[in-house]
């Protein structure tokens, strides 16, 4: 059922160079910026605004961050596609407009998630660090993301990531707006995929930079490895495990 493919159909040498640069120097960029604010632990001392502002900020770089290398496959497809309907310039709008739709949704996502950090951090939710959840709120985080992959929605939402090419012949538009537009709908599905394993980072630090970087290869073992629908249960199956853990030693005070 896989049809990703990086084949490159469609684009030059010179274009498929572009485009691989382009989304590695973004990468390397956001991930300086994350490592940079992770090292300052009291970056989300501010008050007002300022605050969600500079938490919503950092969701999206940690958004954009995890989800580039999964959606490469796609932004690589919707580019080789659109160039054959298109002129240089305007593929390459419309590639950029693709893109800008599919993580609006993330920013949408990362303003829902900052808002909630903020109120968990004022409702006292937060250890002593102000970054990880205490031990009962972290299981019951854990456990649900792990049930979560054996839920339909989380079946059809990876059906969906791992098959852009019968995406886009039945959902395909013109135009710029028509990009942006399949950019957003494929960011709704990419979410009801992801959502769950990106709350995690509340429960084990919203700036672990660690954890972003095993669910990235979560991701990408998902959404473009020909096992990827099996490896989504393995991962719930060792979600589950380690949120009963969690569970266990908060409720027995299991050391």
Known sequence: MLSVTLSGAGL??????????????????????????AAQPGHLHADGSNL????????LLMMIAMML????????????????????RVSWLRTWLFSSGYFAVWGGFSLVAAWAQLRLQGLGHYGESGLV???????????LAGIFQFCPLKRASLDHCRSPLSYFLSRWKEGPAGAFELGCRHGLFCLGCCWAL????????????????????????????????RLSQVVGVGLILWGGYQLWQAVFGLV
């Open 198 to 229: 990106m709350i995690i980072g509340f429960a084990v630090g919203t700036m672990n930079l660690v954890w972003m970087g095993v669910i990235v290869l979560m991701l990408c073992g998902e959404k473009i490895a020909p096992a990827g629908e």
């Open 133 to 143: 959840l205490d031990s009962p709120l972290s299981a019951g985080i854990i456990l």
């Open 69 to 88: 290398p999964p959606v490469l496959p796609w932004i690589w497809f919707f580019a080789a596609t659109t160039k054959k309907t298109s002129e240089d």
């Open 52 to 59: 969600l502002a500079t938490t919503f900020l950092m969701w």
């Open 12 to 37: 030059d040498r010179q274009e498929r160079l572009i485009l691989l640069l382009a989304v590695f120097l973004t990468s390397l960029l956001l991930w300086a910026i994350l490592f940079h604010r």
